[in-house]
């Protein structure tokens, strides 16, 4: 069973904004959760229905449909910033 993933506009935005070096890393952990969308390393975040993975010093933040077998990548920042909910 694999799930789909969707990115906000503004997670799509904050891709596009880092440095290139960064995004292979980036894409390829969000393709991982295709396959495992609650790996060992992923956190609930404490009051959100969101969950976070770290790549480094990035964090992505997504929610899981399963219901439609969906993965929306809500937010991709570095880990100082990531967790503001006003940019």
Same mark, same amino acid.
């Given at each position: ?5 969707? %990115?906000? $506009? =503004? @997670?799509? #935005?904050?891709? /596009? ?5 960064? *995004?292979?890393?980036? &894409? ?9 969308? %609650?790996? $060992? =390393? @992923?956190? #609930?975040?404490? /009051? ?5 993975? *770290?790549?480094?010093? &990035? ?29």
């Amino acid at each position: 069973m694999t799930f789909e993933v969707e %990115f906000t $506009p =503004a @997670a799509h #935005k904050e891709i /596009n904004n880092l440095d290139k070096s960064v *995004r292979p890393r980036l &894409y390829a952990a969000i393709e991982l959760l295709c396959q495992n969308p %609650f790996p $060992p =390393a @992923a956190v #609930k975040l404490a /009051n959100r229905s969101e969950f976070r993975i *770290r790549v480094g010093d &990035y964090r992505i933040l997504y929610e899981v449909e399963d219901e439609k077998l969906i993965i929306v990548v809500v937010r991709v920042a570095h880990r100082s910033v990531v967790y503001r909910q006003n940019k």
